[in-house]
C-alpha cells in the first residue's frame, strides 16, 4: 500500500514512531489558549522524538496552529518531514458584530467560511503556505466537505490533482469525521490518502465497515486521527468528558470506563490502547495526536511505544461495537 510518508523514513533513532504524527489542532489554541512558548516546545519534543508527520489546518485557530508550525519547522531539514495541510475553507476578516462560533480560544481576527471550489482550493493553499513558511506542502487534503461533497469534487478535487501531477503537492486526500462521504471519495476522486477522525477507534468501529476495507483494495492510506474521540478515551473520569466534540452520553462513558477497566487488568492504560489500536488494520498507515505542551508530546510517545500484551487486544477484540 503507498504510503505518503514513506519516502521520507528517516534515521534509526526514528523507527518507533514513523508511524505517528503530530496532530497540530491544539496549537491553535484548541478549547484553551497556549503560549508561543508552549507551542514550539510540542514541536521541538515532537522532532527531538522523530515524529516528521505533521498535520494541520487553516481552521486550527484560524490560522494560528499553521503559523506556529511553520515557525517551529522553520530551519529544520525539509527533505526529513511531511507537512500536511488542508483547503475548503478560507480565512476571512472578522465582522466586529459577527458572533464568534468557534472551539479555538485567543484566534486572529479572522474566521473560515467553506469554499470548495477550484479557486478556492488554490487561494487557500497559497495562504497556507505563506503561513507554513514552506514552498509546498507533501500532502494536501480536502477538509470536511460534509454539506459540500458535490461541490469538493467538481471543483477542489480536480484543483487537487492538477496540483499533484504538477508537482506542486505531494499527495493528496480527504479529512473527515465520517467514513460515509470519504467511501465516495475514495472511489471518484483519485486520493492517494484519506484522513478519518474518530471513526476507527475503541469507541467507533464505523470507519472498517466499508471504508478501510475499499481502501486496502484501492491502495489508499488511511491516517488515523481522534483516536481519543475528543477526550473521552483519554480520561473517562474527567468532568465534564466530551466525546467527538460534544458532552459524552452516560452510556458511552460507561463503555469508554468498561473499556479502561479492561485494559487496567492487563496492566495497560486506555490511552496506550487507543493510541495503539487503528494500526492493527492494514489499511491505516500512521496515527496522528494532538500536544498542546513537551510533557503531553512526551507521554504520547512513551504511550505509543508501549508493548501491549496479545491477549489484550484479543479480549478487546471480543469487546469492540459491532456494525
Same mark, same amino acid.
Given at each position: $500500500?503507498?504510503?505518503?510518508?514513506?519516502?521520507?523514513?528517516?534515521?534509526?533513532?526514528?523507527?518507533?514512531?514513523?508511524?505517528?504524527?503530530? *496532530? @497540530?489542532?491544539?496549537?491553535?489554541? +484548541?478549547?484553551? /489558549?497556549?503560549?508561543? %512558548?508552549? /507551542?514550539?516546545? %510540542?514541536?521541538?519534543?515532537?522532532? &527531538?522524538?522523530?515524529?516528521?508527520?505533521?498535520?494541520?489546518?487553516?481552521?486550527?485557530?484560524?490560522?494560528?496552529?499553521?503559523?506556529? +508550525? &511553520?515557525? *517551529?519547522? /522553520?530551519?529544520?531539514?525539509?527533505?526529513? $518531514?511531511? =507537512?500536511?495541510?488542508?483547503?475548503?475553507?478560507?480565512?476571512?476578516?472578522?465582522?466586529?458584530?459577527?458572533?464568534?462560533?468557534?472551539?479555538?480560544?485567543?484566534?486572529?481576527?479572522?474566521?473560515?467560511?467553506?469554499?470548495?471550489?477550484?479557486?478556492?482550493?488554490?487561494?487557500?493553499?497559497?495562504?497556507?503556505?505563506?503561513?507554513?513558511?514552506?514552498?509546498?506542502?507533501?500532502?494536501?487534503?480536502?477538509?470536511?466537505?460534509?454539506?459540500?461533497?458535490?461541490?469538493?469534487?467538481?471543483?477542489?478535487?480536480?484543483?487537487?490533482?492538477?496540483?499533484?501531477?504538477?508537482? #506542486? =503537492?505531494? !499527495?493528496? &486526500?480527504?479529512? $473527515?469525521?465520517?467514513?460515509?462521504?470519504?467511501?465516495?471519495?475514495?472511489?471518484?476522486?483519485?486520493?492517494?490518502?484519506?484522513?478519518?477522525? *474518530?471513526?476507527?477507534? +475503541?469507541?467507533?468501529?464505523? &470507519?472498517?465497515?466499508?471504508?478501510?476495507?475499499? @481502501?486496502?483494495?484501492?491502495?489508499?492510506?488511511?491516517?488515523?486521527?481522534? =483516536?481519543?474521540?475528543?477526550?473521552?478515551?483519554?480520561?473517562?473520569?474527567?468532568?465534564?468528558?466530551?466525546?467527538?466534540?460534544?458532552? %459524552?452520553?452516560?452510556?458511552? #462513558?460507561?463503555?469508554?470506563?468498561?473499556?479502561?477497566?479492561?485494559?487496567?487488568?492487563?496492566?495497560?492504560?486506555?490511552?496506550?490502547? !487507543?493510541?495503539?489500536?487503528?494500526?492493527?488494520?492494514?489499511?491505516?498507515?500512521? =496515527?496522528?495526536?494532538?500536544?498542546?505542551?513537551?510533557?503531553?508530546?512526551?507521554?504520547?510517545?512513551?504511550?505509543?511505544?508501549?508493548?501491549?500484551?496479545?491477549?489484550?487486544?484479543?479480549?478487546?477484540?471480543?469487546?469492540?461495537?459491532?456494525?
Amino acid at each position: $500500500m503507498p504510503d505518503p510518508l514513506e519516502r521520507r523514513h528517516l534515521g534509526s533513532t526514528a523507527v518507533e514512531v514513523t508511524r505517528l504524527g503530530l *496532530g @497540530c489542532a491544539p496549537l491553535g489554541n +484548541l478549547y484553551d /489558549a497556549i503560549s508561543d %512558548a508552549d /507551542a514550539a516546545s %510540542a514541536v521541538d519534543a515532537a522532532w &527531538g522524538h522523530g515524529l516528521r508527520f505533521f498535520d494541520t489546518a487553516p481552521l486550527y485557530g484560524h490560522g494560528l496552529s499553521e503559523l506556529r +508550525l &511553520g515557525a *517551529g519547522l /522553520a530551519g529544520r531539514d525539509r527533505s526529513g $518531514m511531511t =507537512v500536511a495541510t488542508k483547503v475548503g475553507r478560507l480565512l476571512v476578516p472578522d465582522d466586529p458584530s459577527r458572533p464568534a462560533d468557534t472551539i479555538f480560544a485567543d484566534v486572529p481576527p479572522v474566521h473560515p467560511e467553506f469554499d470548495f471550489s477550484a479557486d478556492g482550493a488554490l487561494r487557500s493553499l497559497e495562504a497556507s503556505l505563506e503561513r507554513l513558511q514552506l514552498d509546498r506542502v507533501d500532502v494536501l487534503h480536502v477538509h470536511d466537505p460534509d454539506d459540500h461533497l458535490d461541490e469538493a469534487l467538481a471543483g477542489a478535487f480536480p484543483a487537487l490533482r492538477r496540483l499533484r501531477d504538477e508537482g #506542486v =503537492v505531494g !499527495a493528496i &486526500g480527504a479529512g $473527515m469525521n465520517q467514513s460515509e462521504a470519504l467511501v465516495r471519495i475514495v472511489r471518484e476522486a483519485d486520493v492517494d490518502c484519506v484522513l478519518l477522525a *474518530g471513526r476507527y477507534t +475503541l469507541l467507533d468501529h464505523s &470507519g472498517a465497515d466499508e471504508l478501510l476495507p475499499l @481502501c486496502a483494495d484501492r491502495n489508499v492510506s488511511v491516517i488515523a486521527a481522534g =483516536v481519543f474521540n475528543s477526550g473521552l478515551l483519554a480520561d473517562p473520569d474527567a468532568p465534564n468528558a466530551t466525546y467527538d466534540y460534544a458532552a %459524552a452520553p452516560p452510556a458511552v #462513558v460507561q463503555r469508554a470506563r468498561e473499556l479502561a477497566r479492561i485494559c487496567a487488568d492487563h496492566d495497560t492504560p486506555l490511552r496506550a490502547a !487507543a493510541l495503539q489500536f487503528p494500526l492493527r488494520h492494514p489499511a491505516v498507515t500512521c =496515527v496522528i495526536v494532538g500536544a498542546r505542551t513537551k510533557s503531553e508530546l512526551d507521554d504520547n510517545v512513551a504511550l505509543f511505544r508501549r508493548e501491549i500484551p496479545e491477549d489484550l487486544w484479543s479480549v478487546l477484540g471480543e469487546e469492540l461495537p459491532e456494525h
